[in-house]
């Protein structure tokens, strides 16, 4: 039975258990038609809190459509969607100008535009408000909201308060800070703050925050999507909530958050805070000063401490923002987070942003998460990376929350607009198609379109008096440039689109498809945003997880997994035993620090018949550093030293039992252990010591691999294989940039997403399944740098195609399918009668069978 949505809980108390349906609302651009034709209606799932119908043949006239959305994908009045955003900031161009930056989103194929609402742009010098454009034309938010409707758009908007975009002050009002000092922080050691950052529950703070909402909700209230028109389908709470304070290493130490955590220390430890902290039961100010500039004895248990009370009071930050958004009158409507983290073309600390800010969204009702991401190129090196930024989140979120993007770097990557970097033209295609292998229902492509800096209302001599720090111009390295013109990218990002839009029936209502092998995630590996600086404790923890945690030492792990052909998910370790029925392996990356009752747990999962990869280090103390042998007692293993590899010590490894055809090999790390029961793998060279062990713990069975191994897929698949796994899909090429993802739909109908990320080796191969053959044993062709999403068993446009080594281009529902060839020749089967121009045409078994050789063509019914 459907439940309604909980009320928003007061920011003080937990929130309400998750209800299994939720009333939020999906995005169906001008492509609506086309996104939902040919997918049966989904039951309309239960009504908001808000009091927005149910949808389907049964909603009321003139009231909100009812948009939902359940077992992680999005609907809109019972279709599933798929959502293709462009980010125009109207603030940037001429009020004259907007329509041509939308008609560039028209032609490249989206279907929703997104877009920052600046605080610090709308606030004017005499500290009120202008959304009504009576100060500056571009200031009439409804203005384009409106016309980004007439143009058949729906709108994500972004109001903040906190935008960043490259505005100064990221967006907030530089009066804010000046008028009320005691939100600017202080960090470590008593060091103010290096970014514009704030104490986001200083009640001052909050209230500036009332008085925007309440001006620019009801804006956003009055444009919200409604049945039979576009509108506003999503907000966004505030931008990449904690991560100024996160990079800089400056954690917000005002006296006010200070007075909320000692709350939270003795409300957690109580009469054990003495324990745990020398200050115990000290006055406030020798506390607060402890804290600020910590001793080496306690700084790690304070880094995690710190790190986990920030979690709980950026949710209660989110629940306020929440509260104020519905004031306003923005109700129905998904709330939207989005997660930050990458750099330098890999996601190694996106992980943090998942950490820090999953009180905010997990389980919680008409809230969504999405990721924000700039990788470059897409490569061997880091395909791995976007795949683990989605199964992360997704391991936070619940059974019914679907994954989104809300920042993909769509542009070429000069962003300094010095011909420094350029992305190339494949990546845009290759990343969009990984998300929506792995299930994203949102994407937005972000920036879409460049514009200029305008002047500040009056001159504040900070050199050039303009909103935004690029200078005149902002976004060089968007699709669209800030004059409008078409860019690089552009047309790579209209392909990408187009053939989004060509799918978006079969793609909307699928779920990928995972093989029973499971990657854990432990977020409190990731508590090291605030750590005190000049701690050797401190950094002793950092060593030793900063290199090894969630992708394995080197990324060894996790890659390995990927690209040998696992579709493997993740699972947060950390909310609740795991059930060896749901997840027979389980692999674990971590090093020498790992909670007690994580530890435990995983000896639960042992004794109950998992079967565990252990990489890294076997742990032996919790994260505050005290000893903790649980894990060790339990494997029957001693550690005896840690050896490491140096310009004269060429440490190595060799490889022993199941895994003996292996050549040796250098290792930066190997953790020397003795063994009382189960088989030696690896053996440090030097020494004979073993390193690496195949161990029966209860009814199930660990193998331990205590060294920093390679990415050498023959080993990592014989370590899954002597646990009893193995990847379902398997195919004949050689090369290792080439990898299978699934997706299915309720029906059983399934697209084989296949990926080739190597540069220049176009790759011509097999597939097969459980070892039978897929595709009646055509070989598939996907050159370098590309991929292709196929069907199998794929009922569409009235047509039940039983596989095609072509790509859908195009549905109509008349019982014709378009398509793309994708080597010499196209091979088409379609249950029952079917023709095509041109082709080659058998029958047999019930089955047509089209051998095409044009470039694109089209299969039809009879």
């Not at 055509?778 to 039983?802: D, K, Q, V, Y």
């Amino acid at each position: 039975m459907p439940h309604a949505l909980s009320p928003v809980p007061d920011e003080n108390h937990a929130a309400p258990t998750t209800a299994r349906r939720r009333t939020v609302l999906a995005a169906l651009g001008t492509a609506g038609s086309a996104l939902a034709a040919g997918v049966e209606p989904a039951t309309p799932a239960a009504a908001a809190s808000s009091g927005i119908p149910a949808g389907g043949a049964g909603a009321k006239k003139n009231a909100a459509a009812s948009v939902t959305y359940q077992d992680k994908q999005l609907f809109i009045d019972g279709a599933p969607s798929v959502v293709l955003a462009g980010e125009i900031h109207y603030f940037r161009l001429k009020r004259t100008d907007w329509q041509s930056r939308l008609d560039r989103a028209k032609e490249a194929g989206l279907n929703t535009i997104a877009t920052y609402i600046p605080w610090m742009w709308h606030e004017t010098t005499d500290g009120s408000i202008d959304v009504t454009g009576r100060t500056r034309p571009e200031r009439d938010l409804g203005a384009f909201l409106d016309l980004c409707m007439t143009n058949g758009f729906h709108v994500i908007a972004r109001p903040g308060p906190f935008t960043m975009g490259e505005l100064k002050g990221e967006g907030v009002p530089a009066r804010v800070r000046k008028e009320h000092p005691e939100i600017n922080p202080t960090g470590w050691n008593n060091a103010k703050a290096t970014t514009p950052t704030v104490d986001y529950l200083a009640p001052a703070f909050l209230k500036e925050v009332e008085h925007w909402y309440a001006a620019v909700m009801p804006v956003i209230a009055e444009r919200l999507h409604r049945e039979g028109r576009p509108g506003v389908i999503a907000c966004q709470l505030d931008n990449e909530i904690g991560m100024l304070a996160w990079v800089s290493n400056s954690p917000d130490l005002t006296d006010h958050l200070l007075a909320d955590f000692n709350r939270w220390l003795d409300t957690t430890y109580g009469e054990r805070l003495g324990d745990r902290y020398p200050f115990a039961g000290r006055p406030t100010g020798e506390r607060n000063a402890a804290i600020r500039t910590p001793e080496d004895g306690y700084a790690p248990a304070l880094m995690h401490d710190l790190g986990t009370f920030m979690r709980g009071r950026f949710a209660r930050y989110v629940t306020r923002l929440r509260a104020y958004a519905e004031a306003g009158g923005v109700r129905g409507v998904p709330f939207l987070i989005n997660i930050h983290g990458t750099g330098g073309g890999n996601a190694e600390n996106f992980p943090i942003g998942v950490s820090q800010l999953m009180e905010t969204y997990a389980g919680k009702p008409g809230i969504l998460a999405g990721s924000d991401f700039y990788l470059g190129d897409l490569t061997v090196s880091n395909v791995t990376d976007l795949y683990l930024i989605n199964v992360l989140m997704d391991a936070v979120g619940d059974s019914d929350q679907p994954l989104t993007t809300l920042e993909f770097d769509a542009g070429h990557a000069d962003y300094g607009n010095d011909m420094s970097d350029q992305t190339d033209a494949e990546s845009t295609w290759l990343k969009t198609r990984l998300c929506l292998a792995q299930g994203v229902k949102m994407i937005n492509y972000y920036l879409f379109a460049g514009g200029f800096n305008p002047k500040l209302d009056e001159p504040v001599g900070d050199g050039n008096d303009r909103i935004g720090i690029t200078g005149e111009r902002h976004g060089f390295a968007a699709p669209v440039d800030p004059e409008g013109r078409r860019g690089v990218s552009f047309e790579p990002t209209k392909r990408t689109a187009r053939a989004v839009n060509g799918l978006a029936a079969a793609l909307a209502p699928m779920k990928a498809e995972y093989d029973d092998v499971a990657l854990a995630f432990v977020p409190d590996h990731y508590l090291t945003e605030y750590h005190p600086p000049k701690s050797d404790a401190v950094a002793a923890v950092l060593a030793d997880v900063q290199g090894t945690r969630g992708f394995g030492p080197r990324g060894a792990l996790s890659r390995g997994m990927l690209l040998g052909g696992f579709r493997y998910r993740s699972v947060n370790l950390q909310a609740g035993d795991v059930d060896p029925a749901k997840v027979p392996v389980l692999a674990l990356a971590t090093g020498e620090y790992l909670t007690a009752g994580l530890q435990e747990r995983l000896l639960r999962y042992l004794e109950a018949g998992g079967k565990l990869l252990l990489s890294g280090m076997v742990p032996g103390k919790d994260m505050a550093g005290t000893s903790c042998t649980v894990l060790q007692d339990a494997l029957g293993l001693k550690p005896e030293r840690t050896l490491t590899d140096s310009g004269t010590f060429f440490l190595s490894v060799s490889v022993h039992a199941w895994a003996k055809s292996i050549a040796e090999i250098r290792v930066a790390k190997a953790q020397l252990c003795t063994a009382s029961r189960g088989t030696t793998l690896l053996r440090e060279v030097s020494t004979g010591k073993g390193c690496g062990f195949d161990i029966p713990v209860g009814k199930g069975r660990a193998v331990v691999v205590a060294t920093h191994y390679r990415c050498d897929l023959d080993f990592w698949l014989g370590a899954f294989r002597a646990l009893g796994a193995s990847p379902s899909l398997t195919h004949t090429s050689t090369d290792p940039g080439v990898f299978l993802l699934t997706t299915k739909d309720d029906d059983g109908g399934r697209l084989l997403h296949a990926f080739n990320v190597s540069s220049g080796y176009d790759e011509s191969f097999t597939v097969a399944e459980k070892g039978k053959s897929l595709f009646g044993g055509e070989r598939l062709h996907i050159a370098g740098r590309s991929s292709a999403m196929l069907p199998l068993g794929l009922t569409t446009g009235g047509l039940r195609i039983a596989y095609a080594t072509a790509e859908i281009t195009g549905v109509v529902g008349d019982g014709r399918v378009s398509f793309r060839r994708l080597g010499d020749e196209a091979v088409v089967a379609v249950e029952g009668r079917a023709h095509c121009e041109g082709a080659a045409s058998s029958y047999e078994g019930g089955r047509t069978v089209l051998r095409v050789r044009r470039a694109e063509f089209t299969v039809r019914k009879g």
